[in-house]
């Protein structure tokens, strides 16, 4: 299954590692450039997890969401939604449905956003947007002198 479209040449894949395995080869053998194996411990957003997202959906529904005062772009679908059942719907699905990573850094885009910030492990997420739109600014959390840089302006 498609876990992630990170840009218009980047695309993850999940599933049992033998179905990865199967699916690296025969990538390779239609002339695909580049394929990496990740390292996981899960099958990610793909329909493997859908169990697990049943499970989380009952978790959410005992608890009490206030309506966001800005919208929430979530990545399972790249629209703006103020919803709260839709929140939690969306939360849901985007254990078991591909992040739309690309098409969420376009709308983000159009919407004439200046600066994203990455809160967590890492800055993959900084380096893909800068790819798909390089007019964006990034910061990483990870990276302490960005978070700093952040506090003193």
């Known amino acids: 299954n498609v876990a992630n479209i990170n840009s218009s040449n980047q695309i993850v894949i999940s599933g049992t590692k033998t179905g990865v395995e199967l699916a ?3 990538c390779k053998d239609l002339g695909a450039k580049r394929t990496i194996s990740l ?16 499970r989380l959906s009952l978790e959410l529904d005992k608890i009490i969401f206030e309506t966001p005062n800005i919208p929430i772009i979530q990545n ?3 629209t703006l939604e103020q919803n709260i059942k ?8 985007q254990i078991y449905s591909p992040v739309r990573w690309f098409e ?6 159009k919407l004439k956003v200046k600066t994203i910030i990455e809160c967590g ?9 800068k790819r798909i739109s390089p007019n964006i600014n990034t910061i ?5 002198n960005n978070f700093v840089s952040l506090n003193n302006d």
């Open 24 to 26: 690296i080869k025969k």
């Open 39 to 54: 390292a996981m411990s899960i099958p990610a957003h793909c329909a493997l997890m859908k169990p697990a997202a049943d």
């Open 76 to 78: 399972v679908d790249f």
């Open 86 to 93: 839709r929140i939690k719907v969306k939360l849901s699905k």
């Open 104 to 109: 969420t850094i376009k709308e983000i885009k």
């Open 121 to 129: 492990p890492g800055k993959v997420l900084s380096g893909l947007t």
């Open 140 to 144: 990483d959390l990870d990276n302490y």
